[in-house]
């Protein structure tokens, strides 16, 4: 691992416990990088999305929004049947992390959903724009049992475009990374922008990772957790 290397896993674990509460934002050393995709499913971006990865034989992580599986189950099956599941929320508010009581019932609102449609428990968390407002991450494992997932690179792509994200990526990629784009749009979010720049980019995308010899893996996979169930 190189000086960069090292001294951006240690800005990044003193970000974790210092911003995060502890969520985890990196992996352990090794030759892998966990690949995410929020706000998701979503029918105009999702399905070329899974199809790049499905060619290129990569399992990455969803953090879906209860929301979205609602109004499409039929594609979040189809990402459930795939890949790795994360919560996102229901529909990313900004008030469902105000009190731990809506953050509570937002959570119980999206796990009715997912259980419905996919039949899956997720076992991670990511807050809503990353930002945990008054709910501790050590609380959502406690409460809800998941893990709390920042990441340690995202790809710029609510503004970026495909070459942009490449090398917003290409900066970000260490033995461990955790790496964010974003399949769909939030109802909330505030940059209502197409994902079809994330669409172009993503194959260049999976190309510099393997050029830096390191293999994309799910955020469990990344942990070196148990397989569910």
């Keep these: 691992m190189t000086v960069w290397e090292l001294g951006r896993r240690w800005a990044l674990a003193l970000k974790a416990r210092a911003l995060l509460g502890g969520a985890v934002a990196i992996g352990p050393p090794e030759a892998r990088v966990a690949l995410t995709f929020d706000d998701g499913p979503d029918p105009a971006h999702s399905p070329a999305i899974l199809d790049i990865l499905a060619a290129r034989k990569v399992r990455a992580t969803f953090f879906l929004l209860g929301a979205h599986v609602e109004s499409a189950p039929d594609l979040a099956r189809r990402v459930g049947a795939e890949h790795e599941i994360g919560c996102h929320s229901y529909a990313h508010a900004r008030e469902s992390v105000r009190s731990l009581g809506a953050f509570r019932e937002d959570v119980a609102r999206f796990r009715r959903v997912v259980q419905k449609e996919l039949g899956l428990t997720p076992r991670f968390y990511r807050f809503p724009w990353g930002d945990r407002g008054v709910i501790a991450p050590a609380d959502v494992l406690a409460l809800e049992g998941m893990r709390?997932?920042?990441?340690?690179?995202?790809?710029?792509?609510?503004?970026?475009?495909?070459?942009?994200?490449?090398?917003?990526?290409?900066?970000h990629l260490v033995p461990g990374a955790i790496l964010l784009l974003h399949d769909g749009v939030g109802p909330h979010s505030v940059r209502k922008r197409s994902r079809a720049e994330t669409v172009k980019a993503l194959p260049r995308v999976l190309d510099r990772i393997a050029a830096r010899g390191l293999e994309v893996v799910t955020v469990g996979e990344l942990l070196r957790l148990p397989s569910p169930g």
């Design 148 to 171: 709390c997932v920042h990441w340690s690179g995202s790809g710029g792509d609510d503004t970026l475009d495909a070459d942009g994200i490449v090398a917003r990526i290409e900066r």
